[in-house]
């Protein structure tokens, strides 16, 4: 779940919004105005990858949308991370929809983007899994950053140690494309998408980066509680017992 704001939008992520937003378009325009009757059939079918590809740009958006909200980042470093990421993002619109489209020709057997040789599959894994690999890492740099920050930020301790952990969170990401790269870079189960499949391990190092970080996280909430003044419901002090 997107976390409440607190703050005002920031101009980062004005700018990063629209700029998400551009690419959302590139993927849009790519379709040429249908002509004919065939040519809309063939448009409708060509949205099911258009529909993939969105999805992949609207899970990134709100990555980026709940990193902004919980870390209103400005500092110079952040701002030139961002600008990093959002090159890489609209630099890949082109390949994500490529993958996209090449997967739904293959399961589909409807004409659309495709390799035609084993060495293009390959390749093609491994220009994907490159940006896959960038995103995230610069994704973990930016909580590094709030981590890092957390001073100038006014962090608590709870809201430090979560920003610390989800670096970890998202060197998962980082590690489930190495794995994919490793496997499209050896060539290994190309013709049954093993370098696709391997993303299934970012289920897993979502759940071991969680159950590590739970009971550092149990331990700084009761030392929070403990801090807190015993008070009733209505702001009244509680009577003590004698």
């Known amino acids: 779940m997107i976390p409440r704001r607190e703050t005002e939008a920031t101009r980062i992520e004005a700018f990063s919004d629209a700029m998400l937003g551009f690419a959302a378009t590139l993927l849009v325009v790519s379709l040429d105005p249908p002509r004919t009757f ?10 099911v990858p258009f529909g993939l590809s969105f999805a ?21 470093w952040s701002i030139a991370i961002n600008g990093v990421l959002l090159f890489t993002v609209l630099f890949y619109v082109y390949p994500l929809k490529f993958m996209a489209s090449s997967f ?5 057997g409807r004409p659309g983007a495709s390799v035609s040789t084993w060495q293009q599959l390959q390749d093609l894994f491994i220009i994907y899994d490159l940006g896959w690999i960038v995103v995230f890492i610069l994704f973990a740099l930016l909580y590094w950053r709030a981590y890092r920050t957390r001073a100038r930020l006014h962090l608590t301790s709870i809201e430090a140690y979560d920003a610390l952990t989800y670096v970890g969170h998202y060197i998962g990401f980082v590690a489930a494309g190495l794995i994919s790269l490793a496997i499209a870079y050896s060539g290994i189960g190309l013709s049954f998408g093993l370098a696709g499949l391997a993303y299934s391990t970012i289920g ?6 969680g ?8 331990v700084l909430e009761a030392a929070e509680r403990a801090r807190i003044p015993s008070t009733s419901l209505s702001g009244i002090p509680a009577i003590q017992a004698p």
């Open 56 to 76: 992949a740009l609207y899970f990134i958006w709100v990555v980026h949308t709940k990193l902004f909200r919980r870390y209103p980042l400005n500092d110079g």
């Open 38 to 47: 065939d040519d809309l059939i063939a448009n409708l079918w060509g949205f």
């Open 104 to 108: 739904v020709a293959r399961l589909t």
């Open 211 to 218: 159950t590590l970080r739970t009971p550092g996280r149990n």
């Open 204 to 209: 897993f190092f979502a759940w071991l980066n």
